[in-house]
C-alpha cells in the first residue's frame, strides 16, 4: 500500500550532475531509507542508505560523487549525483534501507552518456 515515487533522471553527459527524488506516501519517520540501482542485464544493487537519524552508507564506487539525504517532514529521499560516469548508468530505485521492502516503485532512468 505505499507507493514510492521516484524522479529526476535523465540523459546526461560525464561529469554531469543529477538530483533525484523519492516520494514516499507514508511517513519514513524512523524508518531508514536507501537508493538502489539496477544496470541492463544486471541484478538490482544497492547505492546508498541513510538512517533515520541521518547517518549515511554508500557503495564504494559512488562513494565521494553521490550523496543521500532525507526530509522526513516532505517524506522525501533525495539522491545528489555528481561527476556521473557512463558506469552509473542505470535504473535508480527508492525503498527501505533494510530488506524488508515495500513494494518497489517504477524507478527513474540515469543515462550518462556523451
Known amino acids: 500500500q505505499v507507493q514510492l515515487v521516484e524522479s529526476g533522471g535523465g540523459l546526461v553527459q560525464p561529469g554531469g550532475s543529477l538530483r533525484l527524488s523519492c516520494a514516499v506516501s507514508?511517513?519514513?519517520?524512523?524508518?531508514?531509507m536507501g537508493w538502489y540501482r539496477q544496470a541492463p542485464g544486471k541484478q538490482r544493487e544497492l547505492v546508498a542508505t541513510?538512517?533515520?537519524?541521518?547517518?549515511?552508507n554508500y557503495q564504494d564506487s559512488v562513494k565521494g560523487r553521490f550523496t543521500i539525504s532525507r526530509d522526513n517532514a516532505k517524506n522525501t529521499v533525495y539522491l545528489q549525483m555528481n561527476s556521473l560516469k557512463p558506469e552509473d548508468t542505470a535504473v535508480y530505485y527508492c525503498?527501505?534501507?533494510?530488506?524488508?521492502?515495500?513494494?518497489w516503485g517504477q524507478g527513474t532512468q540515469v543515462t550518462v552518456s556523451s
Open positions: 525503498n527501505k534501507g533494510r530488506p524488508d521492502y515495500w513494494r
Open positions: 507514508g511517513s519514513i519517520f524512523s524508518i531508514a
Open positions: 541513510i538512517t533515520s537519524g541521518g547517518v549515511t
